[in-house]
Structures are given as C-alpha cells and as structure tokens.
C-alpha cells in the first residue's frame, strides 16, 4: 500500500485505506474499522514534578479529556485505539497519579469504542512497569502492533516483524518532533507529523499528545528514533487550533 501525501486533511488510498489527522491524533479507515492513534500521554508527569518540588497544579488530564472530546466529536466511534506508547512517565515504578489517570482514561475510551472494539498499548521506554496498570484496566500491553499493511511502533526499538513484505507503513511515536518558526520578532515552537520514506517504507512520525513539553525540533536535536530516517526530506505537518493539521512543506526547506 502506498499512501499519497498531499495537501488535503484526510489521505485517501486505492485499497481503501484513509488516514485523516485530527488534531494529535490521527484516524486510520479501512473499510468499515475505524482505528485511532495517540501519540505519548506521559500521565502522571505532573506527580513526578511535585515530588522534584516543582509545583504545577494537576490539570493535565481535565485538558487530555476535553482535547478527546473533540477528537471523538469527528469520528462517531471507533473499532481500535492505540496507544504508541509512553503512555506513563515515571521509569522505576508506579505513581498513584499513574494509577488513577490511566485507569480514568481507560474507562473513558472504552466508553468511545464501538462493540467489541479494544484498546492497544505499544509499550514504550516510560512503560517498563505498564503490566499492573494494563491489567486492571483489562488492557492489552505489545511491544508493537500489526495490522494489516500497518505497524504501529513506539519508536525506541527496532524489530525484524516489521520489515516483512507486506508492512509497508509505520506509525511511530517516541520522538516528540515540533518545529520552530520565527516572524523575524518571535519564535515559537509547535507540534508536528513528519511524514515520508525509509527504505520502502512509508513512515509517519506522531507528534506526542503531552502538552507539558511542546517537543524537539529535528533540526537541532535528535529525536531517539531506532532508525537513521534523513528527516530533512520529511514533510511538515503542523499542529494548529480546533484539530487543523496544517502542510507546511518539506523540512529542509522551512
């Protein structure tokens, strides 16, 4: 399957596969399923920040919960939702905000899957000790996620499944990859898709859901992928107001 990139916010293919950016997140079709993507939550970030004694109030997951509202406010229900990993940020353990955030929002995409959908959690670098969670949430936990012509990968690591023939697309989170742009006075950061190829792969790099940290500019940071992708020919697509996803061109030419 080769997925044409162009200007347009949903991404139409012949064998019926569609990819629209909503915002974050990005909605997969094909056919009749419907599967959503998320980018790394990181929940339990602002526990962590109170215990280094950095206050921040706990809104995050208030603000995780309307942004979703919106998002399923597009899609009338979905038959998967994957979760690409770092879906909590404390490495050595688990915080009780960990514990409650996650099983919340469990509860609340559950609650937007069509029957017999499921939820999906690529484990990431942040998700060593995910299982007790997942668990309880009645979550199942991969190291990486197929489906069909797809692989969904956190990011950090490589696995030999994923080259196989009939993958030709990843979805990979891991990276956080925003970019600076400046009006000549100013200049700011945003989130962004980088979109395009890898040694016969189509590859889409998912700009993290996590709102504390806008992310890393590939043009001045490494983005700890597992692969040597030339990003300097990957396409831009940035992040805006009201779930717009706006194509700002190859990176090397901004």
């Given amino acids: 399957m080769k997925i044409e990139y162009n200007d347009s916010k949903a991404l139409k293919h012949s064998n019926s596969y569609k990819l629209e950016y909503l915002g974050k997140c990005l909605l997969i079709e094909e056919k009749e399923k419907k599967i959503l993507v998320i980018g790394d939550l990181h929940l339990g970030y602002e526990e962590i920040l109170n215990r280094a004694g950095v206050f921040v109030t706990r809104k995050m997951f208030e603000e995780m919960i309307a942004y979703f509202d919106l998002v399923f406010s597009r899609t009338r229900g979905v038959d998967k939702i994957v979760l690409l990993g ?12 960990e514990w409650s955030d996650a099983l919340a929002l469990f509860d609340y995409l559950k609650g937007k899957l069509k029957k017999n959908g499921e939820i999906i959690i690529v484990k990431g670098n942040h998700d060593n000790i995910i299982g007790p969670i997942a668990r309880k949430g009645g979550i199942g936990v991969k190291d990486y996620f197929i489906f069909g012509e797809i692989a969904f990968l956190h990011g950090d690591k490589d696995f030999e499944e994923i080259w196989e023939r009939r993958v030709t697309n990843w979805i990979v989170g891991h990276g956080h990859p925003a970019v600076k742009l400046g009006d000549g006075v100013k200049v700011e950061s945003y989130k962004c898709f980088l979109t395009g190829k890898f040694k016969g792969k189509e590859i889409i790099v998912m700009p993290s859901f996590f709102d504390y940290s806008v992310g890393s500019d590939p043009r001045e940071n490494e983005l700890g992928l597992a692969w040597n992708f030339n990003l300097d ?16 061109g190859i990176l090397r030419d901004l």
């Fill in 233 to 248: 020919k990957f396409r831009v697509r940035i992040v805006g107001e009201d779930l717009e996803v706006l194509d700002f």
């Fill in 86 to 97: 770092d879906v909590k940020h404390s490495f050595g353990g688990i915080v009780g905000q």
